[in-house]
């Protein structure tokens, strides 16, 4: 089992804090670095010192450390086009020496979007279709070519297709409880199907639906990965997780029935069950980015056990 961190800092959380993050995540042993992409916090947070762009991050982020995978869940597609954004994460796959995946959502949060001015159109589900499109057109035009693409939002005349990844193929993440149309697109275009916040039983279907429309596209469905993404609130003793639980607005009970919360061993019981269902990755979600001693615990009480 691939265990990842996943921040979110649209909560509240300065470059320099996702670096110190980012850099124990190194440390720890974790597989990778994961962010959000968003420009408004959510429930009751405040937010400060304001938000980060994803992409922006990640730059910083591949220059400043050597191993673990970075990449987003998810890239909202609203926010860029796509003939940007194969740029943006070709660019930033080179400033990493090929480390880099892309998480790319529909977009979904509509208050951020009046916020700051970003439309936020009905059809966005058919964007992101074409996006995928392009994106992935993109980077699969041979060098010295040139990429074409007339779809019914986006249109590209004699794209050079420039820069290309340093992996060559950035691995793309998709993921979401849709039942019928995100299925499809996992199937056309994703290397990883990632379901959210969701229990053992809902990801067991989710993934057996994706799996159905791998095989529909006449792909094996094991040629992708699944996997999860959960909070994570880890403690040595009912009263440290009680205070982990308190510090990010969360009861011990909910946080154990909706994601990995209580003692190590009863954390590396539950993630054996999303094991059991065909996950082989979790992102955890850490959500106090102040608590190192969080991710310490988790690299050598849970991490260790999954090895």
Known sequence: MDLRIFTEPQQGASYETLLTVAKATEDLGFDAFFR???????????????????????????????RIRLGTLMTAGTFRRPGILALQVAQVDQMSGG??????????????????GIPFPKERFGR?????AIVTGMWGTPPGGTFDFEGTYYRLDGCPALPKPAQGKVPVLIGG??????????????DEFNIPFASVEDSARQFGRVRAAAEEAGRKPEELVYSNALVVCVGRSDAEVARRAAAIGREVDELRANGLAGSPAE?????????AVGSSRIYLQILDLDDLDHLELIASQVQCRLD
Request: net charge negative.
């Open 177 to 190: 409880h849709g039942a019928k149309r995100t299925p499809r697109l996992a199937a056309q275009y994703a």
């Open 267 to 275: 954390v590396v019981d539950k993630i054996g069950r999303y094991a």
């Open 99 to 116: 480390r880099v995946e892309l998480g790319l959502g529909a977009g979904w949060f509509e208050e951020e979007h009046r916020a700051y």
């Open 36 to 66: 959000s992409d968003h420009y408004l916090a959510m429930g009751s947070a405040d937010g400060l010192p304001g938000p980060t762009d994803a992409w922006i991050t990640l730059a910083g982020l591949a220059r400043e450390t050597r």
């Open 128 to 132: 992101l279709e074409e996006q995928l």
